[in-house]
């Protein structure tokens, strides 16, 4: 569901003559074979996929700090690297303000705690301004200093996703240099 979630947003721009429904389907398609599954060539079968899935990722939900929550965004998935390929190694959903879904590769990845820090959160927040359209979403109203940075944030460049007739992009988020988030460790296998 959070890549489906992912490669359905309208952030994802078509840029071929195809409808938007089959643009969609080239896009999981790629977004399986080159980027889950790591094959160059082929068709991945649905089996191939489920199995793929089945024995290598996992999902946990994890909380925030005491008195403290996740925003959400109108493009909720962010999908990160841990590598200077792309790979997707893991990917966070933020479902309530209190929860996010973490999607993750186990052989690359573990999820040390159940619960974030307040860095953590502010982190995960700030990636979710970053990758928004347009719009952020917060449970309480965001204070002015809140605001201000949502607001910067939301007017930077943005690098969403670009289907066109000859080639594919997937928009993977790095952390910033420096940032790490402490319930999550990257093996150094991913990179």
Same mark, same amino acid.
């Given at each position: 569901?959070?890549?489906?979630? #992912?490669?359905?947003?309208?952030?994802?721009?078509?840029?071929?003559?195809?409808?938007?429904?089959? *643009? &969609? $389907?080239?896009?999981?398609?790629?977004?399986?074979?080159?980027?889950?599954?790591? $094959? @160059? %060539?082929?068709?991945? =079968?649905?089996? %191939?996929? +489920?199995?793929?899935? #089945? !024995? #290598?990722?996992?999902?946990?939900?994890?909380?925030?700090?005491?008195? @403290?929550?996740?925003?959400?965004?109108?493009?909720?998935? /962010?999908?990160?690297?841990?590598?200077?390929? #792309?790979?997707?190694? &893991?990917?966070?959903?933020?479902?309530?303000?209190?929860?996010?879904?973490? *999607?993750?590769? %186990?052989?690359?990845?573990?999820?040390?705690?159940?619960?974030?820090?307040?860095?953590?959160?502010?982190?995960?927040? +700030?990636?979710?301004?970053?990758? *928004?359209? $347009?719009?952020?979403?917060?449970?309480?109203?965001?204070?002015?200093?809140?605001?201000?940075?949502?607001? !910067?944030?939301? +007017?930077?460049?943005?690098?969403?996703?670009?289907?066109?007739? $000859? @080639?594919?992009?997937?928009?993977?988020?790095? /952390?910033?240099?420096?940032? =790490?988030?402490?319930?999550?460790?990257?093996? *150094?296998?991913?990179?």
């Amino acid at each position: 569901m959070l890549f489906d979630l #992912h490669l359905r947003n309208n952030a994802q721009q078509n840029l071929t003559s195809q409808d938007n429904f089959e *643009a &969609y $389907k080239t896009r999981v398609f790629h977004f399986l074979r080159d980027m889950l599954i790591h $094959k @160059s %060539e082929g068709i991945p =079968t649905e089996n %191939e996929t +489920k199995a793929h899935l #089945h !024995k #290598h990722w996992r999902v946990r939900i994890i909380r925030p700090t005491p008195s @403290s929550e996740f925003i959400t965004s109108d493009n909720p998935t /962010m999908i990160f690297s841990a590598n200077d390929r #792309h790979d997707c190694h &893991y990917a966070i959903l933020p479902i309530s303000p209190d929860h996010i879904a973490v *999607a993750f590769d %186990e052989r690359f990845v573990r999820i040390l705690s159940d619960r974030t820090k307040q860095a953590d959160n502010m982190i995960l927040n +700030k990636n979710q301004c970053r990758q *928004a359209l $347009k719009c952020v979403y917060s449970r309480e109203q965001l204070n002015e200093e809140q605001e201000r940075v949502a607001l !910067k944030l939301l +007017k930077e460049p943005r690098n969403h996703g670009v289907l066109s007739e $000859k @080639s594919v992009e997937y928009p993977i988020q790095e /952390m910033a240099p420096g940032s =790490t988030l402490s319930f999550i460790a990257v093996s *150094a296998c991913a990179t």
